[in-house]
Structures are given as C-alpha cells and as structure tokens.
C-alpha cells in the first residue's frame, strides 16, 4: 500500500520558518518528489520538486531564496525548508511522488499524494 504521509505543519509568526517532511512507504521507484499548496479559494499551486536520483531542482519563481526542497533517499522522504513565511504562504501543503520522467511542476503527472499538513502563518 503506497503512503505518503506529511508532517511538520502547524501555525507560525510571519518571518518565521517552518521544515515539513514527507515520508514515502509502498512506493518502488520514486522518479521524483515534489511539494504543492493550496489556499482557500485557489487552485493548487506548484511549490517545489526533487529528482530523486542525480535528477532535477524545481521551484516555482516566486519562491525562490525563501523554500528549499531536500531528500533522503535512504529514508525516502522529502523534506521542505519555509523560511521567512508571509500570510500569503497560508495553505494545506501537499507531498506527491511519481514513478516517470516529465515536467515536474505538472501536477496531473503525479501518480502518488498525501493528505496534506496545514501551514498558517499570523500573528
């Protein structure tokens, strides 16, 4: 049975830093695996995706220098780095895994999901 269960969410001042993680379970051969988000009322959105071998960095532009995806192949999970969060990264942050090469920032692509971890950032 594939997993994908996240952690690390939770309520945060603005400027501060938040690390999620997401462990894979089931899953055989991981391509690559990435991070989504979605904010009430809006579409989910790309946030980041690792290659999972010698593969590929990918971040949406926007939050270049503030997120950074990491791996641990060994444990298979992925982790994300937040830091200096705005109100505006308020949203359920998604893990997805997938099994083939693509576009990493496509989400229909992604063949595995976890059930989301609740990030809110206010004061």
């Known amino acids: 049975q594939v997993q994908l269960v996240e952690s690390g969410g939770g309520l945060v001042q603005p400027g501060g830093s938040l690390r999620l993680s997401c462990a894979a379970s089931?899953?055989?051969?991981?391509?690559?695996m990435g991070w989504y988000r979605q904010a009430p009322g809006n579409e989910r959105e790309f946030v980041a995706a690792t290659g999972w071998g010698a593969g590929p960095t990918s971040y949406t532009d926007s939050l270049k220098g503030r997120f950074t995806i990491s791996r641990d192949n060994a444990k298979n999970t992925v982790y994300l780095q937040m830091n200096s969060l705005k109100p505006e990264d308020t949203a359920v942050y998604y893990c997805a895994a997938r099994a083939y090469t693509g576009n990493l920032a496509r989400a229909y692509e992604y063949d595995y999901w976890g059930q989301g971890t609740q990030v809110t950032v206010s004061s």
């Open positions: 089931g899953i055989f051969n991981i391509y690559a």
